[in-house]
């Protein structure tokens, strides 16, 4: 039921929308200690030991490995939170689920061998397991586990049913066969899919083909959860209990204490009060809280987020103890972030106050300035109005006011020509404004199509950008790519460290077997001392034996006499007989013991054989991974020319973009100066259009005067009694000469007004476009400005990417200098070796010439002996007997000759091995020596490369950033001097100029991140450059082992001799 459940609430909240990310929210029943401890309660307290390990190790150890990844200088605290006993008890195998799941399987098993087999495998070996003490008016306890939270008393009674969960094959077939669809449904799948769930929902089983109990569904699930919960950024939210009465506003602070405590609270504020719990990127808190200190960081210069944030927290009067810097982030200790966020608000709210003074103070001053202009204005007026009231029924002004008009008639005429020539120059003029409206309209014509070329740059400028987003993301593939190869040349690493260290060990072993050689060869030179000290005995008994046979002779001539003396004489003789062939035994079972010690070395020559094939096979698979990386150095070299090429194709272009630039910069001036004239001649036209209109009211009003004058002058002619014919024509004509005027002057104001109004349009509508044309490019700009941001993150994350790549490296390197000082000390082992067995050669040349010697005076001395037994033969038929038996002594000792003879042979067979594995030796060092030179000249070549391209890209880098500052003071100089409508040219232009810094900057950042490129090439070639001198120096190691072991056959060879000339002695 609870799976249809949790099935139909997601099916309802599914949507079919793709998702990255998610929330989501786990809520568990806590830690329960109850007087009766069950099997649910088992399930509940392991889960939460799973959640608190995983909260300590979030908290704690993620925290301090973030310390120490940053570089901050951090002791490692050990809080003593690790729960992995209790766990590994509960969970891991021979635990108690696995007891339990065991016992399940048993038909026989019972909750007391469930608790019997707990005992015997815990009790006393586990810590965390305890015995309870049984306190009389409570539930029996069977054992005790002690948590993170305190120790609890299980009870085991009823444990194997609920781990089982049994449920009735009929009972589950009604279900199935139920008329409720519902019910049917929760039991279609009993046969082969898990069923039914603990009275606490921890799992269910499975029936059928397999047989799954509740215990280990409980714990398969939770590693689920684990897992999920591993890839997630979590956050913790803790319930503490205030009391165990449940009552309200009670605080038992010892409980709460002890859950605090118990939940690592009190441990996370200790690590937060003594760490750093706040940490910003640099580039966000240079961006935030650059405001504390404007001047700290320079304008118009470009600054390393991390240095701005070096020198603007160094430049505030905080305490500099509080906060430490990192490779990425700026670290704080608790309370200096909020100390900073009240310096930032207190520090905005004195700006945004003196910008309100401010603007308060200027909107006053010129609302102050208004009412001063009224009241002179109102001063003025009042002045004129009593002026004109106190001289106007004055006579005089009477008089004044009746002979003014009479006196301007005379002026008319004057008036008139200054007119008619004013109205000339108005025309001439107007006619000039036409044509310089045609001529800038021109101009505008050719500045649209110069704005169209520009933003067809802009777009080519766009694509260029997307082919360096290509090429970057292409960057990045092979970064990937390079990464996994890395990873596996790692492992490579790794398994023939794990082969170096078994050969290594394999040396120890010869070393040791070398050194009880030597030991035996000690105890060789002793024997042989002894053996000598035997040698000068039996040559002084060859003596004796010398003056017994001259004695002989005398008894020869008293046979008779000295029968009984012979006796005694054969009798020794019998019993030397029975010695030598004693001996003769001996020499055979040596000679077994030889043949079988031969036969074992052959084994070891064969095994030996066997280990250089597959060194020989080693060999050639890694110069096939050499042939391999020297291909992928040349496509990386012909990348890398590729490049280049597109590079000094894109500065070429640049070039071409920037003289372009600086064309469409004088050009710019040149229409902003035509402009700035054109604008100076419209204002003056309009100013003449003004002085125009004035003129006009002037003359309407003469006109008005006139006319009135003239009905005065009708008046008064006809109050005078007429006037003549020829006044009356001369007033017709200039009334009619007036007429003309004025319509000439009315047409001429509406056609200027006309034009004027015709220049007004089209300027406005051109400022409306250059408006959209500037909203299109700001739009444009910030598209850019984003795309500049991820670039931004995604070179940071191949920053922080190299600098694990360079750590690890330098891991890599400390492990490789061990191996060089093991390979030393492998090296001074190996002198010493071979000086003994230097020794051990010429001790066992000079016991070989010792041996010839004496076995060449014991063949003299066995001459004399059979000379004189066939002299004594016709005396007595005994000493033919001893002759006989001397011959057969003569056999045997010509078999151990023959056998010795083959022995040296098969010496002989295993020094031309020896030679021929000396000289394939020989010719490995000498391919590894080759190996090594062309390594070097690579690694030269690319390192005098990647010196100079770095070079270039900085004197590159250089000029650009010195080019970039010279065309911003020029683009500063040309704002100062604009007018309105240059400043909106002008405008335009600066955005177009920003996108193709934007553009430069992209391309810069692009060539940065092929400058990565090939420090990561070139660190991939180091490291395959060190994995190759591994490699060499663990067939030299290899090698070393063979000689070793070489070495060790020759000292079985010498010992075998010293037994062969041991036994020869003890035969004489």
């Known amino acids: 039921m609870f799976n249809w459940m949790v099935t139909r609430i997601n099916a309802t909240l599914e949507t079919k929308q793709p998702r990255q990310y998610f929330i989501g929210v786990l809520d568990i029943a806590g830690f329960e200690i109850f007087d009766f401890n069950s099997f649910e309660q088992l399930c509940i307290n392991f889960t939460n030991e799973k959640l608190q390990q995983f909260f300590n190790h979030h908290m704690f150890v993620l925290e301090q490995e973030e310390y120490k990844k940053e570089g901050i200088e951090w002791e490692f605290i050990d809080f003593g ?12 195998p021979m635990g108690i689920m696995s007891i339990l799941e065991e016992e399940c399987m048993f038909p026989k098993a019972t909750d007391m061998t469930f608790k019997a087999k707990l005992y015997d495998n815990h009790l006393g070996k586990s810590n965390n397991f305890q015995k309870p003490r049984n306190v009389k008016g409570k539930q029996e306890a069977h054992f005790s586990l002690i948590h993170y939270a305190g120790t609890v008393d299980y009870n085991i009674l009823g444990w194997l049913e609920k781990n089982k969960d049994p449920l009735n094959e009929t009972v589950v077939g009604l279900y199935q066969k139920s008329s409720l669809k519902l019910m ?35 714990r398969e699930n939770l590693n689920k959860l684990m897992t999920n919960l591993r890839t997630t950024h979590p956050h913790f939210v803790r319930c503490i209990i205030p009391n165990e009465r449940k009552a309200p506003g009670v605080m038992d602070n010892p409980l709460v204490m002890h859950q605090l405590r118990c939940n690592g609270v009190l441990e996370g504020i200790r690590i937060c009060r003594k760490g750093f719990p706040n940490r910003i990127l640099y580039g ?20 390393d987020s991390r240095k701005g944030a070096e020198k603007l927290l160094g430049s505030l009067d905080i305490d500099h103890n509080q906060y430490k810097f990192g490779h990425t982030k700026v670290f704080f200790k608790a309370g200096l972030l909020g100390l900073l966020e009240e310096m930032r608000d207190e520090r905005l709210s004195r700006i945004i106050t003196r910008i309100q003074a401010q603007a308060r103070g200027q909107l006053m001053r010129i609302e102050f300035k208004k009412i001063v202009e009224r009241r002179d204005a109102l001063l003025v007026i009042q002045w004129n109005i009593r002026a004109f009231m106190g001289v106007k029924n004055w006579p005089w002004m009477k008089l004044y006011f009746k002979i003014k008009p009479l006196l301007k008639s005379a002026e008319t005429e004057k008036e008139m020509a200054t007119m008619k020539e004013e109205f000339g120059r108005i025309k001439e003029a107007l006619e000039k404004s036409e044509a310089r409206r045609k001529e800038l309209e021109e101009k505008m014509v050719s500045l649209l199509q110069e704005k169209n070329d520009l933003q067809l740059q802009v777009q080519a400028e766009q694509d260029n950008l997307n082919d360096a987003e290509e090429r970057c993301d292409q960057l990045i593939k092979n970064k990937i790519q390079l990464e996994a190869k890395v990873k596996e040349m790692t492992e490579r690493l790794e398994d023939e460290e794990e082969m170096n260290a078994e050969l290594t060990a394999k040396k120890r072993k010869l070393e040791d077997e070398c050194s009880e050689l030597k030991r035996d060869i000690d105890d060789l030179e002793l024997t042989l001392a002894k053996v000598e000290k035997e040698k000068h005995a039996t040559e002084n008994k060859v003596k004796n034996l010398t003056e017994e046979m001259a004695g002989l002779d005398e008894i020869i001539a008293k046979l008779t006499k000295e029968k009984k003396a012979l006796q005694e004489a054969h009798q020794q003789a019998l019993d030397d007989l029975q010695a030598e062939e004693d001996k003769a035994n001996t020499l055979t079972k040596s000679k077994v013991k030889l043949e079988q010690q031969v036969d074992d070395l052959e084994g070891s020559l064969e095994q030996e054989k066997k280990v250089r094939m ?13 042939k391999l990386t020297q291909e992928s150095i040349m496509d990386l070299e012909n990348d890398k020319q590729q490049l280049e090429e597109k590079l000094k194709k894109k500065e070429f272009d640049i070039n071409q973009q920037n003289s372009k630039i600086e064309d469409e910069q004088a050009l710019a001036l040149q229409l902003q100066k035509k402009l700035k004239e054109n604008q100076a001649r419209i204002e003056e036209l309009e100013e003449e259009l003004e002085a125009e209109r004035t003129a006009r009211a002037k003359v309407e009003k003469l006109r008005s005067d006139l006319s009135r004058e003239l009905e005065e002058i009708s008046e008064r002619l006809e109050e005078a009694g007429g006037a003549t014919s020829v006044q009356i024509e001369m007033n017709k004509k200039r009334e009619a000469e007036f007429q003309k005027m004025r319509r000439d002057l009315e047409e001429a104001t509406l056609q200027h007004e006309a034009t004027a109004a015709a220049l007004r349009k089209k300027h406005a509508d051109s400022v409306a476009e250059l408006g959209e044309q500037i909203d299109n490019l700001q739009r444009v700009k ?11 993150l995604e070179l940071d994350d191949v920053t922080s990417n190299m600098e694990q790549i360079i750590k690890a490296k330098a891991n890599l390197e400390k492990v490789s200098r061990t191996l060089e000082d093991q390979a030393n000390e ?19 040349a000079k016991l070989q010439t010792e041996n010839g010697e004496l076995s060449r005076q014991l063949d003299e001395k066995e001459a004399l002996i059979s000379q004189l037994t066939r002299g004594k033969l016709s005396y007595t038929q005994q000493l033919e007997d001893l002759k006989r038996q001397l011959e057969e002594e003569g056999k045997a000792k010509n078999a151990l000759a023959h056998a010795l003879q083959s022995a040296r042979h098969d010496c002989d067979l295993l020094r031309e091995q020896y030679e021929e594995e000396t000289e394939a030796k020989a010719e490995l060092q000498r391919v590894l020596s080759k190996a090594n030179s062309e390594v070097a000249q690579w690694r030269t070549k690319y390192e005098t490369d990647a010196i100079q391209r770095t070079e270039e890209l900085e004197e590159a880098k250089k000029k650009l950033a010195q080019r970039l500052q010279d065309a911003e003071e020029a683009v500063e100089a040309v704002n100062a001097k604009c007018s309105s409508l240059e400043k909106t040219k002008h405008r335009l232009q600066n955005e177009i100029e920003d996108l193709m810094v934007d553009v430069e900057r992209s391309n810069a950042a692009a060539a940065a991140l092929d400058k990565k490129q ?4 070139k660190i991939l070639a180091e490291w395959k450059q060190k994995y190759e001198e591994s490699q060499s120096e663990l067939e030299s190691s290899q090698k070393e082992a063979r000689s070793l072991s070489t070495e060790l056959f020759k000292l079985k060879n010498a010992y075998e001799e010293s037994l062969e000339h041991l036994e020869t002695f003890k035969r004489e």
């Open 614 to 626: 597959d060194l020989e096979r080693a060999k050639r698979k890694l110069e096939g991974d050499l």
């Open 782 to 792: 910030q598209k850019l400005e984003k795309e500049k941001s991820e670039f931004k």
């Open 826 to 844: 492998y090296r001074a082992k190996l002198e010493e070796t071979q000086r003994s067995l230097n020794d051990l050669t010429t001790q066992r």
């Open 284 to 303: 966000d808190f240079r961006q935030r809280y650059r405001i504390l200190n404007p001047t700290a960081i320079p304008e118009g210069q470009f600054i």
């Open 1014 to 1017: 090939r420090n990561f090439d």
């Open 184 to 218: 049917a449904t929760l039991f279609s799948s009993y046969a082969s899919a898990d069923v039914g769930d603990s009275s606490k929902g921890k799992g269910g089983k499975k029936k059928g083909s397999s047989f799954q109990t509740v215990s280990a569904l409980h």
């Open 81 to 92: 939170m690790d729960l992995q006993a209790c766990i590994d008890l509960i969970e891991k």
